[in-house]
């Protein structure tokens, strides 16, 4: 007897650790409207997230798109268990079928994640049939928005991305991903694969190990536009094609205003780019060269044209100048911070929706100071919308406030104030970087400087 209940016991757990959720609905599923841009299926926690992933009929078509819209933060730890060890199932299918012909199920809907979390997500799937894998495995025509994918874990073999494995004409638009993600070709710690795509203000901070045509953003791109995206991660690249930010760039890319830190180990990989071919562009394009080891932009050249693609220092990588004197935009869509995403420039979290609302705030301000390096004075000029107070402290590189150059009332417009390279005792401070910060009620901005005595 003793024996037999000893056996149920195994087999039950047994069960409970390979047992996928109850597919569960979304609460508004039967509202009449559900699914559409007014009334969005709400994605609320793991069991939606697991309906989603196995209800095929609210993919869509590129002709019919659902909505979807993430409301609460997803821990995704149990996918671990799901499908005897292989985890999650990508939503959207790309499968070799019976006659070695692929059969497409794409997701085609608009998923907006509201910039809530999925954490944990764990997919296991280098055997079977389905290739392109991801929390989204294969899209088309599909609009995916502020998803953020935290300590991913992936293992696969071709065009997979911690956030989408592969697709076509689509829009990938405020996500971000970390984590591991593990491969052998097109492999990326966002995305693996996309054509005819936009994909903008997009990062990874995945750590990537892959073969062939594997980057720290994307894989593999043809036709489609890159803008305003990043990566700052690990790479390991073991064989050729592979690039900081993409690994393989087609004909017909349009790549802007990306930067790529972080290490690239194990490989002559491009600091950028594994490999450009006609037709494609990239401007205003940065890549660390201390930290990444990459001497050139790209592995491989086989035509297309760049302007403004350099590999610098850290400390330049660091200074906003870089990047404000190439037209990014420090209003709207990019940052910095003292402590924040290590000192390099990260991208603001608001979308459309959210500006319409009058959600996000305060908003950056643009500023810059001049000279930098500077030894005896440099100037901090920015611009105010209105009349408010402004506070401007300066820290050093430990984050520490060492001085507080204004606290006071100023009217709208441009304005500048100096530093002198002295603390709140007006001693001079040692050589090295300090930072300033400028803060408003609606605005904020920060810098970094270099003083040299």
């Not at 409970?16 to 709400?42: C, K, M, R, V, W």
């Not at 799937?125 to 998803?147: M, S, W």
């Not at 073991?238 to 890319?253: A, K, P, S, T």
């Not at 690239?264 to 940065?286: E, H, V």
Request: with cysteine.
């Amino acid at each position: 007897m003793k024996k037999l209940l000893f056996f149920l016991i195994v087999l039950i757990g047994v069960a409970l650790l390979t047992a996928e959720p109850p597919a569960t609905p979304p609460s508004n599923y039967d509202d009449t409207d559900a699914g559409t841009e007014s009334n969005p299926y709400q994605i609320d926690n793991l069991e939606n997230l697991y309906w989603l992933s196995i209800t095929q009929d609210v993919w869509g078509t590129p002709d019919l798109s659902f909505y979807f819209i993430q409301t609460a933060d997803i821990d995704a730890s149990d996918t671990e268990n799901w499908d005897n060890g292989a985890g999650f199932n990508p939503i959207g299918l790309k499968i070799m079928g019976d006659n070695e012909e692929w059969v497409l199920t794409p997701f085609s809907g608009n998923y907006n994640g509201g910039f809530h979390t999925i954490s944990n997500l764990y997919i296991n799937r280098t055997g079977d049939l389905v290739r392109d894998k991801g929390l989204f495995g294969y899209i088309d025509n599909a609009h995916i928005e502020a998803v953020k994918l935290v300590d991913s874990e992936m293992y696969c073999t071709m065009n997979c991305g911690l956030l989408v494995g592969g697709g076509v004409n689509s829009t990938i638009t405020l996500c971000s991903s970390s984590g591991v993600i593990e491969g052998e070709f097109s492999l990326g710690g966002l995305i693996g694969n996309q054509v005819d795509s936009v994909i903008s203000r997009c990062y990874s901070e995945a750590t990537v190990t892959g073969n062939d045509s594997c980057g720290g953003l994307m894989g593999l791109i043809l036709d489609s536009e890159i803008s305003n995206c990043y990566y700052y991660g690990i790479l390991n690249f073991l064989v050729d094609h592979n690039g900081g930010l993409i690994g393989n760039c087609y004909n017909g890319n349009l790549i802007s205003n990306c930067y790529v830190a972080g290490e690239i180990q194990n490989s002559t990989a491009g600091g950028l780019l594994g490999m450009i071919n006609p037709n494609s562009n990239i401007t205003n394009c940065f890549w660390d060269e201390e930290s990444t080891g990459a001497e050139d932009y790209t592995e491989y050249y086989f035509g297309g044209t760049y302007s403004n693609v350099l590999g610098l220092q850290t400390i330049e990588m660091l200074n906003p100048a870089t990047y404000t004197s190439a037209g990014w935009d420090f209003i709207n869509v990019w940052a910095t911070g003292l402590i924040t995403n290590w000192g390099y420039p990260y991208l603001i979290e608001n979308s459309p929706v959210a500006n319409e609302e009058n959600e996000i705030s305060p908003i950056p301000m643009l500023s810059t100071n001049y000279p930098n390096p500077f030894s005896s004075m440099t100037t901090i000029s920015f611009n105010l919308k209105q009349r408010e107070k402004v506070t401007m402290y300066i820290y050093n590189i430990k984050g520490e406030k060492i001085n507080t150059l204004v606290s006071d009332t100023m009217t709208s417009g441009n304005h500048t104030v100096n530093w002198q390279g002295t603390d709140s005792s007006n001693r001079r401070v040692a050589s090295g970087v300090y930072f300033y910060k400028l803060v408003t009620k609606t605005q904020t901005s920060n810098g970094k400087m270099i003083y040299l005595k």
